[in-house]
């Protein structure tokens, strides 16, 4: 069974860098799926940050103005979000997900709040 | 970007009755492919969201088959045959067609 398993600090000092990482537990990542970062704001909606198909191919929210940064771990059971120069605006519930060629995310990790605060 | 809009925002239903929610998207989710990249995602509360359909109409793995999804190029539809305690949550749309992925704002149904 595939689980996905954010992880990371919960405080994250303003203009800082915000550093999350997704276990993924029970498959190994590979060319067949995406897979994706997205946010959720208290309260809000969501929103896509972006994704990396084949280890080297990723997608970004043109919204996030370059601050992103999605890889996965030469072992391949990981892949990793990093999001420069955080402002208080950046505070969410942060989730990892699989995105099979359906389209649509089927598998979803817990999600990790993040909070930008001093 | 591609806008996702969902009416209502809000749907309060009797238990055993249906509910229709809708999404409308400001352009085609038809892809170059030939696909329609439009999934629903519920979203209880406290909980990570949970695909319940994609490509407008396919039912994920587990999902019960009182919901359906139904529409095509910019106009969708999630609908919940009877509904039950266990479907209080929000609803998104979600079109993964074309670059941004964007969202619906979501549709909170709850029990009237």
């Known amino acids: 069974q595939v689980q996905l398993q954010e992880s990371g600090p919960g405080l994250v000092n303003p203009s800082e860098t915000l550093s999350l990482t997704c276990v993924v537990s029970g498959y190994s990542i590979s060319n067949v799926y995406h897979w994706g970062w997205i946010r959720q704001p208290p309260g809000k909606g969501l929103e896509w940050i972006g994704s990396i198909y084949n280890s080297a191919n990723t997608y970004y929210n043109p919204s996030l103005k370059g601050r992103v940064t999605i890889s996965v771990d030469a072992s391949k059971t990981q892949f990793s979000l990093s999001l420069r120069s955080v402002t208080a605006a950046d505070t969410a519930v942060y989730y990892c997900?699989?995105?099979?060629?359906?389209?649509?995310?089927?598998?979803w990790g817990q999600g990790t709040l993040v909070t930008v605060s001093s | 970007d591609i806008v996702m809009t969902q009416t209502p925002l809000s749907s309060p239903v009797t238990l055993g009755q249906p509910a229709s929610i809708s999404c409308r998207s400001s352009?085609?989710?038809?892809?170059?492919?030939?696909?329609?990249?439009l999934s629903w995602l519920q979203q209880r509360p406290g909980q990570p969201p949970r695909l319940l359909i994609y490509?407008?109409?396919n039912r994920f793995s587990g999902v019960p088959d009182r919901f359906s999804g139904s529409g095509a190029g910019t106009d969708f539809t999630l609908k919940i045959s009877r509904v039950e305690l266990e479907d209080v949550g929000i609803y998104y749309c979600?079109?993964?067609?074309?670059?941004?992925?964007?969202f619906g704002q979501g549709t909170k149904l709850e029990i009237k």
């Open positions: 979600m079109q993964a067609s074309q670059f941004p992925y964007t």
């Open positions: 352009q085609s989710l038809v892809h170059t492919n030939g696909n329609t990249y």
């Open positions: 997900a699989r995105l099979p060629s359906g389209g649509g995310f089927d598998i």
């Open positions: 490509q407008i109409s």
